[in-house]
């Protein structure tokens, strides 16, 4: 791959682990090469406490909730989950330079990317989308 090479897709989508493929994608588009050895990095070093908080006192208060949420036969409108994932949102947050994003859609080096996240329990998705004003569908 050439050193000063752009991104070359005008739309970039992913979902799940896939989301962070495509934010780092849209993220670099000035300068694919970077993107890519951000990403192989990323994905050669991670690891689960990255992800989640794998401390016993922070997964027992994950497990016991759950249980007391099914137990209950509410529907929550807070989100439940046995392990936390705000480690998550700080290697998210230091790995992906969201600003960015809509830069490279103002210079015209993107025309849009979009996001999908799935519920696990409910099996939903939701999709974000941010791109240029005039995208035909």
Known sequence: MPKPARNPFHVIAGTSAGALNAA???????????????????????????VYDLHSANLLAGASGLVVNMLSGKNSDNAVALLNNAPLADLLARV??????????????????????????????????????????
Do not use: C, P
């Open 24 to 50: 780092s994608l849209a993220t670099h588009a000035h300068h694919l090469r970077t993107a890519v050895r951000i990403l192989e990095n990323i994905w050669k070093n991670i690891s689960s406490d990255m």
């Open 96 to 137: 992906i330079k969201f600003d960015r994003i809509q830069h490279n859609i103002d210079i015209g080096l993107l025309d849009a990317l979009s996001i999908t996240a799935s519920a696990y329990g409910s099996g939903e998705s939701v999709s974000f989308y941010q791109g240029i004003k005039n995208i035909e569908n």
